[in-house]
């Protein structure tokens, strides 16, 4: 198992372009999770997905989209970038169930200049 | 509001030291707790969990935590650290129901010295 991947990265952007960030993961878990980390900050949570079509906001949703048409993919869309969403994004998929582990891929390192 | 709060940003310490990072939640439901471990340039992984049983749960590479209900408490510590150990720690906290999120403190980072 590959378990979460994520492309690209490293990304640099110019204010206003748009992009997305790509993930995939191979473990058949229903839930997947976008985060951003910030230095100080910790994770804060972006928006969510508790199976494919379902899709919910997380702490700090703005500026961003998502859609899950698929168990496997969730990818995370940017669509006018500011400074503010320079940021290292992490995407994490779990089994359905509360206790469960979450499993991260290797992030994203996104500027926005 | 759930929040959780890592008491010490920075921590530093020689290596065979012993090491206690603290973490406090603010939910007074029933909860699973998480510690996970970032190391240098590396995406998060599970150090240890507690959701049931037993407070003081083993993780890997010799870590713990005790979980302290009426503190809302859950401590991690390791004896004896080592060089390999430098890293960011984060306490993660997710209520007992399906469809929540973790939610994460601010982290610690952790530098230690040979």
Request: one cysteine or more.
């Amino acid at each position: 198992n590959a378990g979460v991947t994520q492309t690209p990265k490293f990304r640099i952007l110019k204010i206003g372009q748009s992009m997305t960030l790509q993930c995939t993961q191979d473990m058949n878990h229903n839930y997947m999770y976008w985060y951003r980390q910030d230095p100080g900050m910790g994770l804060k949570l972006i928006y969510y997905s508790v199976g494919a079509g379902i899709t919910d906001k997380g702490e700090v949703p703005n500026g961003y989209n998502v859609s899950r048409s698929t168990t496997e993919d969730f990818p995370l869309r940017l669509e006018l970038a500011a400074p503010s969403q320079t940021s290292v994004y992490f995407c994490a998929s779990s089994l359905a169930g509360a206790g469960n582990e979450q499993f991260f891929g290797p992030g994203t390192r996104l500027t926005v200049l | 509001a759930q929040s959780v709060s890592q008491h010490n940003h920075h921590v530093i310490l020689s290596e065979a030291a012993s090491l206690e990072l603290g973490c406090n939640y603010s939910y007074g439901g029933t909860v699973n707790l998480f510690w996970y471990v970032q190391y240098p340039g590396q995406h998060l992984q599970l150090l240890l969990k507690y959701f049931s049983g037993d407070p003081l749960v083993k993780g890997i590479k010799g870590f713990e935590a005790e979980f302290i209900k009426s503190k809302f408490s859950f401590n991690l510590r390791k004896p004896s650290v080592q060089w390999s150990d430098t890293a960011e720690y984060f306490c993660a906290v997710k209520r007992n129901q399906a469809g929540t999120a973790l939610i994460f403190g601010k982290g610690t980072t952790l530098s230690v010295s040979s």
